[in-house]
């Protein structure tokens, strides 16, 4: 019983990291409050740059978020240290991608 349960438990350790795709991808740090588009900003009261809406609304409770292609995918590690560097920059990214939640491992400037 007990080695049919670690059996399940490993399983599902290797189905649940299958999904993971490594890779390299080109977008901008955002937040999940605006997502791609800061453009308005009336929310905030003032214009001001991506990176000023971004510091914005991370300061009121939203998360970030990296925008490739026109698309939002969650941040995993939102405690990654270079995410506040580069708020409403964009960057190109390499880590993990599974749904739409990605892993950064490194970020760099776009070039």
């Not at 900003?41 to 991370?58: F, P, S, V």
């Not at 009121?60 to 969650?74: H, I, Q």
């Not at 708020?87 to 990605?102: E, N, P, Q």
Request: glycine fraction near 12%; proline fraction near 1%; hydrophobic fraction near 40%.
């Amino acid at each position: 019983m007990k080695t049919t349960f670690l059996g399940l438990i490993a399983a599902a350790f290797v189905v649940s990291q299958a999904g993971a795709a490594p890779g390299s991808w080109t977008g901008t740090i955002s937040d999940s409050s605006c997502g791609g588009s800061h453009e308005a900003m009336t929310e905030h009261g003032k214009k001001g740059t991506d990176k000023q809406c971004t510091e914005m609304c991370i300061k009121k409770g939203a998360k970030y978020v990296f925008v490739n292609e026109g698309k939002a995918l969650m941040i995993k590690n939102q405690n990654l240290a270079d995410l506040k560097k580069f708020a409403g920059d964009r960057v190109t990214v390499s880590g993990d991608l599974s749904g739409d939640t990605i892993t950064i491992t490194k970020i760099a400037a776009a070039k």
